[in-house]
């Protein structure tokens, strides 16, 4: 019997998830018996899955499980399949952001790393992404995804012809609780890194933004002003983002600026399918692969399981306290990429035919490599 026992609720969900999800386990499965600990995984409904099944995004079953397990561990949600221009119809992605709120996931980790043996997959130039390691620190559970929205016709518009017709809105908003524990969050991280801030905003139009910023330099202020920290538009970011990646250490923002600029990171690295995420909260956090669903290549077992992988050693280090066994799969997905295996997304005209491995193949490598 093993000496430690954890429940990890998995969320397969959409697309490739349970592909890629199956290869997380098997490489946790492998690590649990090198250290003596059995990982128990059960299996829950969420996203399109849910939607077939029951008719619900986010059953209360699967919200239940997650709750009561260690963590959880998700793949990926959505499709074309469930896309609908009926604002009442359930979309997959409504799971997701019930799932983070009724686990109160209001911090979102990703790392974004150049592995060497990488480098060449990016599209920038080798010396701009030479020592690119950075973190992005999402607020996760407020902003303008979880403000009031609605959409009616109006039928008393004015302006060009009357001004009739749809009118939508959504409201972005932010509590100051909100911004006060995200701040710590960043600050906190940048003490055991680079010692660094990037806050971003739009202070320059949005009242949430000058919120935003005087809130975090209060906290800079009185309770890290160990740490560097300088403010950035978000445009500009984009921008800097692409023109000097290896000058950033942690970058710090709200919900939907860092789900636009988490992507854009992490594509400096030249595939989605190598980055890992954590959403975490004071109490069972989430762990996820910053890929989509991909359903165009869903059930061809091609898609690259290693940002899941990743994931698996986030879940080890930040719900479980594995430090050391979550540093054994970093080094076993280096050491296979140092090998020169690949999958196709990640592959370029020198990778040998013979080196470029199926999902499953893959999984295996880094088992071995373990």
């Known amino acids: 019997m093993a000496a430690k ?6 969320l397969p969900g959409d697309g490739i998830g349970p592909e890629v999800i199956a290869e997380g386990k098997k490489v946790l499965a492998a690590v649990g018996a090198k ?15 849910a939607i077939d099944a029951c008719g619900d995004p986010l059953p209360d079953e699967t919200l239940a499980a997650a709750k009561a397990a260690d963590a959880v561990f998700l793949a990926s949600v959505g ?17 997701l952001l019930r799932i983070r709120k009724g686990l109160g996931l209001y911090t979102n980790l990703r790392p974004v790393k150049i592995y060497d043996a990488l480098a060449s997959a990016s599209t920038l130039r080798p010396e701009v992404i030479r020592g690119v ?32 017709g749809q009118r ?16 710590r969050q960043a600050f906190e ?18 009242e949430t933004s000058r919120m935003w910023r005087e809130i975090v330099h209060r906290v800079h202020d009185e309770e890290y002003p160990d740490v560097e920290l300088e403010d950035l538009l978000v ?13 950033f250490d942690v970058v710090v923002t709200e919900n939907m600026f860092g789900d636009i600029l988490s992507d854009e990171a992490a594509q400096i690295t030249g595939s989605l399918g190598m980055l890992a995420s954590a959403s975490l909260g004071d109490g069972v956090s989430l762990f996820e692969p910053s890929a989509g669903s991909a359903p165009d290549i869903a059930g061809l077992g091609v898609a690259n399981p290693l940002a899941q992988i990743l994931s698996a050693g986030m879940l080890l280090t930040y719900a479980l306290d594995m430090t050391e066994e979550a540093g054994w799969i970093e080094a076993a997905v280096e050491r296979v990429l140092n090998e020169g295996w690949r999958t196709r997304d990640i592959a370029d005209e020198s990778t040998p035919a013979d080196h470029i491995l199926g999902t499953s193949a893959m999984g295996d490598k880094v088992v071995a490599a373990l």
């Not at 559970?141 to 959409?151: A, H, L, N």
């Not at 939508?168 to 701040?183: C, G, K, L, P, S």
């Open 5 to 10: 026992t954890y429940k990890i609720c998995c």
């Open 35 to 49: 250290a003596d600990v059995e990982f128990i995984f059960q299996d829950h409904l969420i996203g399109g899955a």
């Open 79 to 95: 499709g074309p399949k469930w896309d609908s221009t009926d604002p009442n119809a359930p979309r997959p992605e409504q799971g």
């Open 133 to 164: 390691d950075m973190v992005l620190v999402r607020e996760l559970t407020g902003g303008i995804y979880f403000g009031r929205r609605e959409r009616f016709y109006d039928e008393e518009g004015a302006g060009e012809n009357g001004g009739r």
């Open 168 to 183: 939508a809105y959504d409201m972005m908003e932010y509590h100051e609780y909100e911004v006060v524990r995200i701040a």
């Open 189 to 206: 991280a940048a003490r055991k890194r680079k010692n660094k801030v990037t806050s971003v905003d739009k202070r320059n139009v949005l």
């Open 235 to 247: 445009d500009n970011t984009a921008m800097q983002l692409i023109s000097r990646p290896a000058d």
